[in-house]
């Protein structure tokens, strides 16, 4: 005992005021030195900054080619098309799970596919907890082919993306006129491979260079250009034909009209997190959305007395899809992850009708529709998705790059068809950088 109070006296003996001071100092210093350091990794290295990437995106311009308005949403009108060659049930669900052996991502189209004449799917790529790109999509093997009837005043357009895998596919588009072809491209598909695995879903130590925000989707646009008559509506059959190469899923097949002046948009933005006195346009002390405050003073639509179904993101997207209360929906009552019997209901009471979602409304009525964002619950091939009916869902969820990855699909997106377009976006759950 004796032995102990003498050391602790020593102890005590070595800090005087001097030395106190000292070591006081060091640890002060130290701890700035640790936070400088902590803001600069956090800053610099881990969670670089995209606001001016995001800027330069958005001041990107488009090239102009006139302005096009949706007349036909072709995957939504295959009761009217021919279809030749299409494969059985068993040469299907062969195709489909070499698609899934390529990474593809693979659902029901409770939509587009919900009359079943053709195969029509949710074919999707990218990861889980990185990004996804869903898009409804018919698959299409080597000799299958479609044509349908349209009318065309104007000059018009037949766009389409495709995706296959392996080598890759030919796809051929012609636009015949009395029997007659009147203009036809051979597009090629690239072959598609899922470049993740479930180790890239962790963040790193360093995330500079935003990588997987730039990363290729593997979808391929295609654009053919049609002639139409100036003086009355003509009428034409479209055909696309897998001519050679691997099986693949075609999405986001419609059919543009040349239009004499431009129609409005929709871009509609849905961010859940943020409180009434934050967003600048209501509050003008805030400073956290100057730029959409600018805009909504000449361009927006302001809404100023909204209700909120409830205090989950999962039952507010139930009204703002559908206006309708999740009791009707079954979407969110008491869990995010929703039952596939309650899913099931929802899908079925859209396809009797006595459920209207707003994409699936606007899709319908002209719109390409398309929505961007992180939110989890509105991609259909996530767990916690639901198919609310866009065309396109674009999900980008891993940090820290989730500002640049969801704006570089979005500004793409705006400036292939919201210039030029009757176009209907959804952004849901934006970054800092498009939200401001």
């Given at each position: ?7 602790f ?18 640890v ?9 350091g902590?803001?600069?990794?956090w ?6 900054d ?15 080619r ?22 059985g ?16 991502l693979?659902g ?21 907890g990185?990004?996804?790109d869903e ?10 082919a479609?044509?349908?009837?349209v ?5 018009g357009?037949?766009e ?41 879903v962790?963040?790193?130590f ?12 593997g979808?391929?646009?295609c ?33 543009l ?13 849905i961010?859940d ?15 956290l ?7 909504a003073k ?40 929703i039952?596939?019997?309650e ?13 209207e ?30 198919d ?25 997106f ?11 976006i ?11």
């Open positions: 005992m004796k032995k102990i109070k003498q050391m006296k020593y102890i005590l003996s070595l800090f005087t005021f001097r030395r106190f001071r000292i070591l006081l100092l060091g002060l210093i130290a701890s700035l030195a640790g936070g400088l902590f803001v600069l990794w800053n610099f290295i881990f969670f670089p995209d606001y001016s990437l995001t800027m330069d995106l958005a001041k990107t311009a488009s090239q102009s006139g302005f096009y308005e949706k007349r036909n949403d072709l995957l939504l009108d295959l009761k009217r098309a021919k279809l030749s060659n299409f494969s049930p068993d040469e299907r669900n062969s195709v489909l799970k070499k698609f899934r052996e390529c990474g593809v693979i029901i189209d409770d939509y587009a596919g919900k009359n079943r004449t053709a195969p029509v799917y949710r074919a999707g790529t990218g990861h889980v990185i990004w996804v898009r409804s999509s018919m698959l299409m093997n080597p000799g299958s479609a044509a349908f009837d009318k065309l005043k104007s000059d357009l037949v389409f993306s495709g995706l296959s895998k392996g080598k890759g596919a030919k796809v051929r588009v012609s636009v015949k006129s009395r029997g007659k072809v009147i203009s036809e491209r051979v597009f090629d598909i690239a072959g598609y491979s899922n470049p993740y695995s479930d180790s890239d962790k963040m790193k360093s995330n500079r260079g935003f990588g997987k925000s730039t990363d290729s989707t979808w391929t646009d654009t053919l250009e049609v002639a139409g008559n100036a003086k009355s509506s003509s009428k034409f059959t479209v055909q696309v034909e897998v001519i050679e190469g691997e099986p693949l899923f075609l999405a986001n097949l419609n059919v009209e040349k239009a004499k002046q431009k129609k409005y948009n929709i871009v509609y933005i961010f997190g943020v409180a009434l006195p934050y967003w600048t346009f209501h509050n003008s002390k805030s400073n959305t100057p730029y959409m405050a600018e805009v000449s361009d927006y639509i302001v809404f100023d007395n909204m209700i909120t179904l409830g205090n989950k993101t999962r039952i507010s997207l139930s009204g703002l899809f559908t206006s309708m209360i999740p009791s009707e929906t079954r979407h969110g009552i008491n869990r995010n992850f039952p596939q019997e899913r099931d209901i929802f899908y079925d009471r859209v396809n009797k009708g006595l459920i979602t707003f994409p699936s409304y606007l899709r319908k009525n002209g719109f390409v529709s398309a929505q961007f964002g992180n939110s989890g619950f509105t991609v259909n091939l996530l767990g916690t998705g639901t609310y009916g866009f065309e396109r869902s674009f999900e980008f969820q891993y940090n820290p790059y989730d500002s640049l990855g969801i704006s570089r699909e979005f500004f793409s705006v400036r292939k068809n919201g210039i030029s377009m009757h176009t209907a959804t952004i849901h759950r934006t970054s800092r950088s498009l939200l401001r």
